[in-house]
């Protein structure tokens, strides 16, 4: 079979386009979602939810990072922040179950409904050119599925325990929506052309 | 008095240097360096017995960014040093990085030989179909009809296909994966690592500068639905009729890696350092 055959998204003739942090929000699972498998025990879920924590904290601090080094400070500090309250939560989580450090990861690690956890902005969702307005958004539909998915361990939990944390986790996620849409009222938006670069790193006609 | 020593796990932390990428935000390597660094913490090798060996290209630049030695070397040529390098030092893991452009066509030649030769490394391949240090020139990977400015109407060339390209020129173990999937990437890294003689893993990582059309490539991707087969003829059927985004490990062979042991050093590191003093 030739390997022309292979259908890959790049060979559509249309004319890339700079896609907004805004616009990409909403792809962020693949084509294939597994159902949600509830943890058996509290302690499974509470290390699940430790995991969604640290895994945010590594990607806001990954977009910090790298709007740092391309001068967008004021974005950059506000994915410090935000790194700074998933640091937080995770140690909240510790904390509550007494724990130093957390259970090691069942083998083949944990199950989420995306590639990465729910909290986890994928990390094509960013621009160098971003406002405080677009990071804001991101953290929005992060926490949006955020509570989704402990809405749905809670529906697929099987013991009454898990049932009830996993729907607390719910309402903490609830109000980190809440809290972030309060956030963004502060947040000018962006103006439309706010991705137009004088000097493109691309060259177009 | 008990002095016994506690060993204290490896995290991905450990593995990373302190310089910060300068990569594009949005770019698919970071999540590579990051599955790299797992992957390393998975194997628990420590640092100083890794080296990370590149050629040129925006994923070649990942060596800096880890704590584990180092070789930035010249455009397509990584393999040629990782091979010495192993060869002369079985003892490190030696794990190669770079782009589609470094490792398939300035360093294409060595490719084939190092899957040939099949020496016990691990080449990683960032594959984004375009040349991005350089501005978005058409890579051996592109798509024929990928229209742009620098090649109106496509190259009209057909797309090299790496995965079956190595599993024909001998690569003991052969595996696709995805840069929007960190962990699974860092399983598979893990997996190369482990497995004897030569591992190619093909990551699609897009370029969100000039391929931002490979967004999409998260909502295409899908696990393989296959366990892996130690069968050449099997393997090359599944690579050669899957759609291209099948991720997992899609060969692992039984092929005896090129034999390498440790060589008496012909010459002292304090006579080399004179020599470069002088």
Not at chain 1, 15 to 21: D, E, G, L, S, Y
Request: aromatic share 8%.
């Amino acid at each position: 079979m030739s390997t022309s055959t292979r259908k890959r998204p790049g060979a559509a003739k249309t004319t890339p386009t700079r896609k907004t942090a805004a616009k990409t929000t909403a792809r962020t699972t693949p084509a294939k979602r597994p159902a949600v498998k509830a943890p058996r025990t509290l302690a499974d879920l509470m290390a699940q939810a430790y995991a969604l924590e640290r895994e945010a904290v590594e990607r806001y601090s990954e977009f910090a990072d790298a709007m740092e080094m391309h001068n967008n400070r004021e974005v950059a500090a506000m994915f410090r922040t935000m790194a700074q309250y998933e640091a937080k939560h995770a140690q909240q989580i510790l904390d509550e179950m007494g724990w130093t450090e957390p259970p090691p990861p069942p083998a083949g690690g944990f199950q989420w409904l995306a590639f990465e956890a729910p909290e986890t902005t994928p990390i094509d969702e960013v621009h160098y050119l971003m406002q405080p307005w677009h990071a804001l958004q991101l953290a929005l539909a992060a926490e949006q599925r955020a509570e989704a998915f402990f809405g749905e361990l809670a529906r697929a939990a099987t013991t009454e325990a898990v049932r009830k944390a996993a729907r607390q986790m719910q309402a903490e996620e609830r109000e980190h929506v809440e809290l972030v849409k309060a956030w963004m009222k502060k947040v000018p938006k962006p103006e439309r052309n706010w991705a137009i670069d004088p000097d493109p790193p691309r060259y177009t006609d | 008095m008990n002095d016994m020593v506690v060993p204290v796990a490896l995290t991905a932390a450990n593995y990373k240097s302190g310089y910060k990428p300068i990569w594009c935000p949005g770019c698919g390597d970071y999540t590579v360096l990051s599955s790299i660094t797992k992957a390393l913490a998975a194997v628990q090798v420590p640092p100083h017995e890794v080296a990370v060996v590149s050629g040129i290209g925006c994923s070649s630049r990942i060596p800096a960014y880890t704590s584990c030695y180092g070789f930035h070397g010249v455009h397509g040529r990584a393999l040629a040093a990782a091979t010495g390098l192993k060869v002369a030092r079985p003892d490190l893991t030696v794990i190669v990085t770079g782009g589609d452009g470094d490792g398939y066509s300035i360093g294409g030649n060595h490719f084939l030989h190092a899957c040939r030769r099949n020496v016990d490394l691990t080449y990683i391949v960032m594959d984004n179909h375009v040349y991005g240090m350089t501005k978005g020139q058409a890579s051996p990977t592109t798509e024929p009809d990928w229209d742009n400015k620098l090649s109106p109407g496509g190259t009209g060339v057909r797309s090299f296909h790496p995965l079956v390209i190595a599993l024909a020129s001998g690569a003991n173990f052969v595996a696709r994966a995805f840069s929007g999937d960190p962990n699974g990437t860092a399983d598979i890294i893990a997996q190369g690592i482990r497995h004897p003689g030569f591992s190619f893993i093909e990551i699609l990582s897009p370029c969100v500068t000039f391929r931002p059309d490979q967004r999409e490539w998260k909502t295409l991707v899908h696990p393989a639905p296959v366990a892996p087969t130690a069968d050449p003829a099997r393997a090359a059927r599944r690579i050669m009729t899957d759609d291209g985004f099948n991720i997992g490990v899609l060969y692992a062979g039984d092929r005896t890696p090129y034999p390498t042991q440790p060589g008496k050093a012909k010459r002292a590191v304090a006579d080399l350092e004179a020599e470069f003093e002088q």
